[in-house]
T-cell receptor, first 112, second 116 residues
């Protein structure tokens, strides 16, 4: 079945540091890939998505590229801010109305 | 952007009480809604998938008589935790999908349920 593997956390960075959160996936078809962010006490918000190979999703300075050859969708940001502190989930979906398969999530803490 | 409203955001009840959580899509019609449960510092666990006008599909290990799901319209799904006990305390999150190809699910802000 489908699965998503995220790097182990938590991650603590200083403000303006560079961020990379690894995500790899296993799927039988051609899934869409997502990054969701969850701020403390809140639900999930879509951060970015990519629907086919080589697509790059971007939002709020975050980027992730759909790499079919390495089955990866790593999240990157060149300069993190304190306000980026949250839990980040990588997820895949294999079609409209299909279930989302989530990674375990990783907590990012950015200190001033 | 698309908005999903979930209510209540926080509820505390005595053991044995039944609790209803509402999930509404505010600016789109949601052919499918999903209900998740999240334990502290863990990922989301899909509980069930509901399609408008039909019975919900429950994931393995989820008691359908315990967690009643109704999706009576294209904008509203409800989750009722029946005869709740302390072990049902958790963070419950709904999401809704407009049903178009490649459109992502949109999540509510979650409901924190505490059973005393």
């Amino acid at each position: 079945g489908d699965s998503v593997t995220q790097m182990e956390g938590p991650v603590t960075l200083s403000e303006e540091a560079c961020l990379t959160i690894n995500c790899t996936y296993t799927a039988t078809g051609y899934p869409s890939l997502f990054w969701y962010v969850q701020y403390p006490g809140e639900g999930l918000q879509l951060l970015l998505k990519a629907t086919k190979a080589d697509d790059k999703g971007s939002n709020k300075g975050f980027e992730a590229t759909y790499r079919k050859e390495t089955t990866s969708f790593h999240l990157e940001k060149g300069s993190v801010q304190v306000s980026d502190s949250a839990v980040y989930f990588c997820a895949l979906s294999d079609g409209a109305n299909s279930k989302l398969t989530f990674g375990k999530g990783i907590t990012l803490s950015v200190r001033p | 952007g698309a908005v999903v409203s979930q209510h209540p955001s926080w509820v505390i009840c005595k053991s044995g009480t039944s609790v209803k959580i509402e999930c509404r899509s505010l600016d789109f019609q949601a052919t499918t809604m999903f209900w998740y449960r999240q334990f502290p510092k863990q990922s989301l666990m899909l509980m069930a998938t509901s399609n408008e006008g039909s019975k919900a599909t429950y994931e393995q290990g989820v008691e359908k008589d315990k967690f009643l799901i109704n999706h009576a319209s294209l904008t509203l799904s409800t989750l009722t935790v029946t005869s709740a006990h302390p072990e049902d305390s958790s963070f419950y999150i709904c999401s809704a999908s407009p049903g178009f190809s490649n459109q992502p699910q949109h999540f509510g802000d979650g409901t924190r349920l505490s059973i005393l």
